[in-house]
């Protein structure tokens, strides 16, 4: 008997056990299935505009209604720029139920109205807020207020939100934005969501599954070869952000659907115009977001004429999406490679110094290769024609390329082949 009962009850044990686990398998794809990012968002680097760099908190409903305008009529719109990003600031206080209003003097009209007009240009919203207490301009944040905020953006028709990391002593950056992931998703509404904690926590490692794009380095700073430490943050140029970024074998995480973020752009505050094709030469082969930093209304017609490359914009939104990798180190000379969808490959030299500086490639004496996407090129075996995406010169690969690089320049070719004997 003894023996007997303890089978019943060993198989009592079993039964329940095996209940239990399939109502945790069960339990688990249900909260699974709503607590996805939305997929299908972001299958190439985001391309859009955003209004710190240029305005920080400066920033009103009629300066997104005529960021959205300019984007349609300057042809930024049809070069593939979407979203149209409010960044810090736009937040007054909470309402008696706790949700969050838009600050009444700077955009009196409401969000709603506001996402509605941008809609209507065939472009999309995004909004800012941060996991902690309060942004880092000090507006309210979200932390506690995660699903009230994502429901109050889906209702006003947001596409995008960028989430920051000020005041969040003692928080840790994946559960964190892990909550807002499955606030947004909760909606049912797909919104591109985007990290922003600044590439502190390595969120390389665990950001794939809950966002699109994360940031993996401290603010861009408006310069080419610069640092900016005014005490209590750090503002990168672009060629810190560059060897940060280039260094740390970071292509390894990125992919349709999730990036690394370079942050915005500063193409047209101030640089000069080899600084600025180099810098969004670099962002595109680095296949960073291509999230636009200057005032629109505004630019200039060489800057406008940069920004909507389409070769470059092409080598950005590859749908291959795979990162640039750093082939050669040379002195001021470095050499990048891509692969592009299809076979072809994006190269680029850049030049860091601030002298000119001279390419003599030999395509023969190295075999171009990338263990990430398995591509390989011998162009002792492979003849390659190649076009210059900035001067629309074309060549090939029989002989060599010598180029003379201008000071902070890039030379940026895309490689089709190989040629038909
Ligand atoms: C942080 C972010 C910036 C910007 C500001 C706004 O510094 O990294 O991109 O959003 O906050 O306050």
């Not at 964190?176 to 985007?194: C, E, L, N, Q, W």
């Not at 891509?338 to 850049?350: E, H, N, R, S, V």
């Not at 002989?399 to 004997?421: C, D, F, I, N």
Request: net charge neutral.
């Amino acid at each position: 008997m003894k023996t007997k009962h303890t089978t019943h009850k060993t198989l009592f044990h079993s039964w329940a056990m095996m209940a239990v686990a399939a109502l945790t398998l069960f339990l688990g794809a249900a909260g699974n299935s709503w607590a996805q990012k939305a997929e299908g968002l972001a299958l190439t680097p985001p391309m859009g505009w955003n209004s710190w760099n240029k305005f920080a908190c400066d920033i009103d409903e009629r300066l997104i209604r005529e960021t959205a305008d300019a984007m349609v009529k300057s042809g930024m719109k049809d070069a593939g720029y979407q979203y149209v990003n409010i960044d810090d600031c736009w937040q007054g206080q909470r309402d008696a139920e706790g949700n969050i209003q838009p600050d009444a003097k700077r955009f009196p009209s409401g969000m709603k109205a506001l996402a509605d007009y941008v809609h209507g240009q065939g472009l999309k919203l995004g909004i800012y807020s941060d996991a902690g207490d309060a942004t880092c301009g000090g507006r309210p944040g979200s932390r506690g207020h995660e699903y009230q905020d994502a429901l109050v953006y889906a209702r006003w028709g947001i596409d995008y939100v960028k989430y920051d990391w000020c005041n969040t002593p003692g928080m840790s950056a994946e559960p964190a934005y892990t909550t807002m992931r499955d606030a947004i998703a909760k909606t049912g509404r797909p919104m591109v969501f985007s990290i922003c904690e600044w590439g502190m926590s390595k969120p390389w490692e665990w950001a794939g599954k809950v966002g699109h794009l994360w940031r993996t380095t401290p603010d861009i700073y408006n310069c080419f070869d610069c640092q900016f430490n005014p005490g209590f943050s750090t503002g990168l140029g672009v060629l810190r952000i560059l060897d940060k970024h280039a260094d740390a074998n970071l292509r390894n995480f990125a992919g349709p659907g999730h990036w690394n973020d370079m942050d915005m752009l500063e193409v047209g505050n101030g640089m000069s115009e080899d600084e600025d094709r180099a810098h969004l030469s670099i962002w595109a082969m680095l296949a960073s977001p291509l999230i636009l930093g200057n005032d629109l209304r505004s630019m200039s017609e060489s800057t406008r004429r940069i920004l909507t490359n389409p070769g470059v914009i092409a080598v950005s939104q590859d749908k291959l999406g795979v990162q640039a990798l750093r082939v050669l180190v040379d002195g001021p000379l470095e050499f990048y490679a891509k692969p592009l969808d299809g076979g072809d490959w994006a190269l680029m030299f850049l030049n860091r110094s601030n002298q000119p500086a001279d390419v003599h490639h030999d395509w023969k004496k190295q075999v171009l290769g990338d263990d990430l996407s398995k591509r390989s090129v011998d162009f002792k075996q492979a003849v390659y024609r190649w076009s210059d995406l900035w001067s629309k010169k074309t060549g090939d690969t029989s002989g060599k390329l010598e180029a003379r690089l201008a000071p902070h320049s890039v030379l940026m070719l895309r490689l089709t082949g190989p040629a038909k004997p």
